[in-house]
């Protein structure tokens, strides 16, 4: 059974960097896309991107500028680096699998129980 | 970016009860729609995929139905265990999109 766990600062200052890790067991993180999404308090989720084990990222345009992902294979991890955060960054952070089902779509089928992050100083 | 509406945003039912929860998308996403369930302090779980694939291990009194703008996941008969907010999500396009989230509750 494949798990995740984030793990991270649970306090950041604002104006500073947001840096989580997600740590896969369970299973390999080769070939699948590894994901990122948050959920502010009393607010929906929010998708920040995946990345894929080659590298290659794709971040929600809103965020582009301030995020940064990249993967660990021989740790089997991934991790998320978020710039000049503020309030409206505090969240609880996910990481999450995305599989590519071909012709049945993408949808994230593990997810971590998810951390939570204030930006306060 | 593609909207994504859930309605209701709650609801209030019994343990056997019908329930159903209507996404809608703000543009033709064919059948590329997932639907989840979360619990306060735990994963979000995929039950839906691809519209109305069921996941493995999901039971079968969950079902999702609909195709291009409208969507909808059905519980048959409400389980104790069933009581969560529920979401939707699109993987049609980048970014992906969820619902606002519908939440279950005890009446």
């Known amino acids: 059974q494949v798990q995740l766990q984030e793990s991270g600062p649970g306090l950041v200052k604002p104006s500073e960097t947001l840096s989580l890790t997600c740590t896969v067991s369970g299973g390999s993180i080769s070939s699948f896309y590894w994901s990122w999404i948050r959920q502010p308090a009393g607010k929906g989720l929010e998708w920040i991107g995946p990345i894929y084990i080659s590298g290659s990222a794709n971040y929600n345009p809103s965020l582009k500028s301030r995020v940064t992902m990249s993967v660990d294979t021989s740790k089997n991890q991934f991790s998320l680096k978020l710039t000049s955060v503020t309030a409206a960054d505090t969240a609880v952070y996910y990481c999450a699998r995305e599989l590519n089902h071909d012709s049945r779509g993408r949808y994230f089928d593990y997810w971590g129980q998810g951390t939570l992050v204030t930006v306060s100083s | 970016d593609i909207q994504m509406t859930q309605s209701p945003s709650s609801l209030s039912a019994s343990v056997g009860d019908r329930v159903t929860i209507t996404c809608r998308a703000s543009q033709s996403i064919t059948y590329y729609l997932n639907w989840y369930q979360h619990k306060p302090g735990k994963a979000p779980k995929l039950l839906i995929y691809?519209?109305?694939s069921l996941q493995s291990g999901v039971p079968s009194r969950f079902s999702g139905s609909g195709s291009g703008t409208d969507f909808t996941l059905t519980i048959t008969s409400l389980q104790p265990e069933d009581f969560a907010t529920y979401y939707c999500q699109q993987s049609y396009s980048a970014p992906r999109t969820f619902g606002q989230g519908t939440k279950v509750e005890i009446k």
């Open positions: 691809a519209a109305s």
